[in-house]
């Protein structure tokens, strides 16, 4: 069983909709979760990360942690054809010691039709 | 504010040669991590690089090494390339106090024949 686990899509929606992916993970000592958004050929980009449980927010984007069910989500409002990628999530055992390790899913493609 | 920049953009490469690929980190970060991405993966840990000194490794054999140099720049080295190693290779960097963020270049696809 793989430490964390995401649906791989792919995921279709009509533009504005509102868009949930998620991920399980297995480890308990995982603290700090992270989603990151890659383009086709480019590198990860760091949307947002959450330390422990609980929601946060930035503009159209919403994470939430939940430690007790080992589940975590991330809300896209008002999805636009832009957000069309795929979507990593990340999260690690960090406990602001040597090296902050991230363990990936394995993504999942969105695709928003306009 | 520079971002991560890697070097080359692609490369292709034949079985058992050996692969150099290079990383710059971003202005501020001291610690520079390897990622191998595969096709349809998530990206995995390779190793993390502070002070010039490897500090942290996954699960992968000693034939992939690197370096860090005292401007923070990173080399990931490959010797004796498997077709296995076609990947993506991306480098992330960040302070050594906030590992929490770590920002991505946009990596270096390699291809081996």
């Known amino acids: 069983q793989k430490e964390v686990e995401q649906d791989p899509g792919p995921l279709s929606v009509p533009e504005g909709a509102i868009v949930s992916l998620n991920c399980t993970y297995s480890n308990s000592a995982f603290q700090y979760f992270m989603w990151y958004r890659q383009y086709s050929r480019k590198g990860p980009e760091l949307l947002m990360y959450?330390?422990?449980?609980g929601n946060k927010e930035d503009g159209r984007f919403t994470a939430q942690v939940d430690k007790s069910s080992k589940y975590i989500s991330l809300f896209i409002r008002d999805s636009q054809p832009s957000d069309s990628a795929t979507y990593l999530c990340?999260?690690?055992?960090?406990?602001?010691?040597?090296?902050?390790?991230?363990?990936f899913g394995t993504g999942t493609l969105l695709a928003v039709q306009p | 504010e520079t971002g991560v920049t890697q070097s080359p953009t692609h490369l292709i490469k034949t079985r058992g040669q050996q692969v150099t690929l290079r990383c710059s980190s971003q202005s501020g970060h001291n610690t520079v991590s390897w990622y191998q991405q595969a096709l349809g993966q998530g990206p995995q840990f390779i190793f993390q690089?502070?002070?010039?000194?490897?500090?942290g490794r996954g699960n992968f054999p000693p034939r992939f090494s690197g370096l860090q140099f005292p401007n923070y720049s990173s080399e990931l080295n490959v010797n004796a390339l498997e077709l296995d190693d076609s990947a993506l290779y991306l480098c992330?960097?960040?302070?050594?106090?906030?590992?929490?963020?770590?920002?991505f270049g946009p990596g270096t696809r390699l291809l081996v024949l």
């Open positions: 959450t330390y422990s449980s």
């Open positions: 990340a999260m690690s055992a960090y406990d602001g010691g040597a090296t902050n390790k991230l363990i």
């Open positions: 690089y502070y002070r010039e000194e490897e500090n």
């Open positions: 992330a960097s960040s302070t050594r106090h906030g590992q929490e963020t770590q920002y």
